[in-house]
């Protein structure tokens, strides 16, 4: 499975971004797939992930703010974020966990920079 993440960049707070992570390889529309960050001298953490049949789950801190969704004709995940704070500054990472072998795939990382 090769992931590849786009639409990070420099905001300012208040402002948004969509993310994107498109997938290919053997995938299924069966995975999940997910989104997590991770900011200088922080653990990585999960963001927000949605399942084969659209179920998403969120972050405390990004509740209401964030949306997930997945487009599987395209084998694309997003992540909508709106309402971006300095504290969302961190490098977001696509994940996908595949039905098929129930293993964790990484993109690359996208940085996300929010300032005040």
């Known amino acids: 499975v090769q992931l590849q993440a786009s639409g990070g960049g420099l905001v300012q707070a208040g402002d948004s971004l969509r993310l994107s992570c498109a997938a290919s390889?053997?995938?299924?529309?069966?995975?999940?797939m997910g989104w997590y960050r991770q900011a200088p001298g922080n653990q990585r953490e999960l963001v927000a992930r949605?399942?084969?049949?659209?179920?998403?789950d969120y972050a405390d801190s990004v509740k209401g703010r964030f949306t997930i969704s997945r487009d599987s004709a395209k084998n694309t995940a997003y992540l909508q974020m709106n309402s971006l704070k300095p504290e969302d500054t961190a490098l977001y990472y696509c994940?996908?966990?595949?039905?098929?072998?129930?293993?964790?795939?990484w993109g690359q990382g996208t940085l996300v920079t929010v300032s005040s």
């Open positions: 994940n996908w966990y595949t039905y098929r072998d129930s293993q964790h795939y």
């Open positions: 949605i399942t084969y049949d659209s179920s998403a």
């Open positions: 390889g053997r995938i299924s529309s069966l995975d999940t």
